[in-house]
């Protein structure tokens, strides 16, 4: 993102993104380990004639390629969050590369970290004028708790600017 003339830095920018433990060579490893055994089981049926089985491995395999490469697919979405001498800017793009973006007013911000609660998963949440945006869902605790300590940190340097 380039900088319009005559605008500051930002005064906070963080990108956060999930954490994944397969990049695309990992993916790839995985990916030729899990046809190398299939292959060796099938040959090893076919040897002793249970020919049929040779399909139930290759569904079997080939459901397993599926969910690992969706998994790669879902660690592409990230959450983008800018604060500038107007707005706090969140934006968030899904693994398909769709962008929602939201801006919040800075001088009513607030920034907690909320605990998992039932089918919601711990998180960040940001409150303002009654409404609240939850991220940060995919970090550690140990992260989101940085990441509040950060934004605070940032929204005080805001709503205290230096004096001249």
Excluded: K, N
Aim: glycine share 8%; hydrophobic share 55%; with cysteine.
């Amino acid at each position: 993102m380039m900088a319009e003339a005559g605008t500051q830095a930002p005064l906070f920018h963080a990108v956060l993104t999930a954490q994944r433990s397969l990049g695309v060579r990992g993916f790839a490893w995985a990916a030729g380990v899990l046809v190398a055994f299939a292959a060796l089981s099938c040959a090893v049926f076919l040897a002793l004639g249970a020919w049929p089985v040779v399909g139930f491995v290759g569904v079997e395999i080939g459901l397993a390629l599926l969910l690992l490469w969706l998994h790669q697919r879902a660690g592409r979405g990230l959450e983008e969050l800018t604060l500038d001498d107007e707005a706090l800017t969140v934006t968030r793009v899904d693994a398909a590369g769709r962008r929602v973006a939201w801006r919040l007013q800075p001088a009513w911000l607030r920034v907690a970290l909320r605990p998992a609660e039932g089918d919601a998963a711990a998180h960040v949440q940001l409150a303002s004028h009654g409404r609240t945006l939850a991220i940060g869902a995919f970090l550690t605790r140990d992260e989101q708790a940085e990441l509040v300590t950060a934004l605070e940190a940032a929204l005080a340097r805001w709503r205290a600017p230096a004096s001249p």
